[in-house]
């Protein structure tokens, strides 16, 4: 009987025991959280929104499970730890889940060629899928604009990914950029600035943003490559506008990661110049001094680049988003992104360029292009992501045209197959934008020869 009577003292014990350490358990996670967002509280709780969702809910969840575990009979702080941890257990098995569908979405933007492929030797005189220009200057050592190479190497294979393990490759034009060369042989029209998204990755040639532009105006270029931002932008602006002079100038702003880019570019020695009156922007055709720098970099990369899995990991913040449930949030459309922080510059680069372009009379226009992650959730979250009026306010500052995608693509009546798996566009998203620049030119175009032909009656 005292054995008996020992026995269930020691399980309730056990059982106080447990509820109290699962309790606690489950209350660090979530108290973990609204902590992150205290620490981060410049992006994470800069609206009602964010506190709400960052540090009201799971906060209130931890101060809950913590008198729980103090406070609750044994039996019900038990049972309550038990629901919660199988909630999260169940809720990280699911983000596990689409952590793997997104990665396996995304190994072509590394250029994975599958187990038996080979990425061909003819592509490896340009930069390998993923890395940058950016980069390159900075492995290059490089302190003054004139001396960095602002497109890939010109009149080479450049791989932007692989698809079904095929390479998606493009002939860099004479200033190494996703164009073909003849364009250069006549005036050009429209001259498209941007990254990734404008420079066409995973998309086969003509199926780009550009190359369906080209079918609707025949002399239009992309001066654009993957992982640049606004500063650098300008850069090339200075460097190949002012030699080449196009009619019509627009530049892309992509919500991902542009405003990251700037911030980052701000560090960057050779740009730091880019606003002064007199700045030196550099020869449009790079050195054969700058082109051997930039191949001993190239071979590196190359020869160290570990294309498959590991890249991948290596290039996103994998266990950061898992624990945050970041992709589980983005289903149910509450997953908010870092709320973005006014930075002037980019009001001035947008200044600097509407002026730049006016020396050759030309015109110009920003192309505002949404993230997919607005389209993924149950329900919108379009409302947080401020930087849309930061960059609409600095186009409006600068007398800027705005060509609003965000509009045109939630008229559509499913944005999120505007999108590919490695969330860059698909060729029908290419189309809209495309559409959206000709439309905005065709209309610049029709309004300047209404004046023309009013000001020849008077």
């Known amino acids: ?28 996670y979530f ?16 609206d009602l929104a964010r506190i709400v969702r960052y540090f009201i809910v799971p906060g209130l969840i931890g101060v809950f499970l913590t008198l729980a575990a103090f406070l609750f009979p044994a039996s019900y702080r038990l049972s309550i730890a038990t629901c919660v941890l199988a909630i999260l257990a169940a809720l990280f098995a699911f983000e596990a889940l689409l952590t793997v569908r997104a990665l396996s979405g995304k190994y072509g933007l590394v250029g994975y060629m599958g187990k038996e492929g080979k990425i061909p030797d003819y592509v490896k005189n340009g930069m390998p899928p993923a890395y940058t220009t950016r980069a390159i200057n900075q492995k290059r050592g490089v302190k003054e604009l004139p001396d960095a190479l602002l497109g890939s190497v010109p009149f080479v294979q450049v791989m932007l990914c692989s698809k079904e393990q095929q390479p998606i490759i493009y002939l860099a034009d004479r200033f190494g950029f996703n164009n073909p060369d003849k364009i250069f042989e006549s005036q050009l029209d429209i001259m498209v600035l941007g990254d990734s998204f404008v420079e066409g990755i995973c998309l086969t040639p003509g199926d780009d943003i550009v190359g369906q532009l080209r079918q609707q105006s025949s002399a239009s270029a992309s001066f654009a490559l993957r992982g640049t931002g606004p500063m650098y932008q300008l850069a090339v602006l200075g460097r190949y506008g002012q030699e080449l002079k196009p009619r019509h100038t627009v530049i892309a702003f992509f919500e991902g990661n542009d405003w990251e880019n700037l911030k980052g570019e701000k560090t960057d020695v050779w740009l730091k110049d880019i606003l002064t009156t007199e700045t030196d922007f550099g020869d449009a055709i790079p050195t054969q001094e700058m082109l051997a720098e930039t191949a001993t970099v190239i071979d590196e990369w190359w020869l160290k680049s570990d294309i498959g899995t590991t890249e991948l990991l290596r290039r996103n913040s994998i266990m950061r988003n898992f624990l945050a449930l970041q992709k589980t949030a983005g289903q149910l459309g509450i997953h908010y992104p870092k709320a973005a922080k006014e930075q002037p510059i980019y009001n001035d680069i947008i200044l600097a360029a509407q002026e730049m372009v006016k020396e050759w009379d030309g015109d110009l226009s920003i192309v505002y292009i949404p993230v997919v992650d607005r389209y993924v959730g149950l329900f919108n979250s379009g409302f947080v992501y401020n930087q849309h009026s930061l960059v609409r306010a600095a186009a409006d500052n600068a007398g800027v045209p705005f060509i609003d995608l965000v509009e045109i693509f939630d008229s559509h009546d499913n944005p999120y197959s505007l999108y590919a798996a490695d969330s860059h566009f698909s060729k029908e998203g290419a189309a809209i934008a495309a559409g959206a620049i000709a439309n905005h030119v065709n209309k610049v175009q029709s309004e300047s020869t209404n004046i023309t032909s009013s000001l020849e009656e008077d």
Not at 23 to 28: D, E, F
Not at 31 to 46: F, K, M, S, W
């Open 31 to 46: 108290l973990g959280y609204a902590a992150y967002a205290i620490l981060n509280a410049d992006v994470y709780l800069t």
């Open 1 to 28: 009987m005292q054995d008996a009577r020992d026995s269930a003292a020691f399980s309730s014990n056990n059982a106080q025991r447990a509820g109290l350490v699962l309790c606690l358990l489950a209350a660090t």
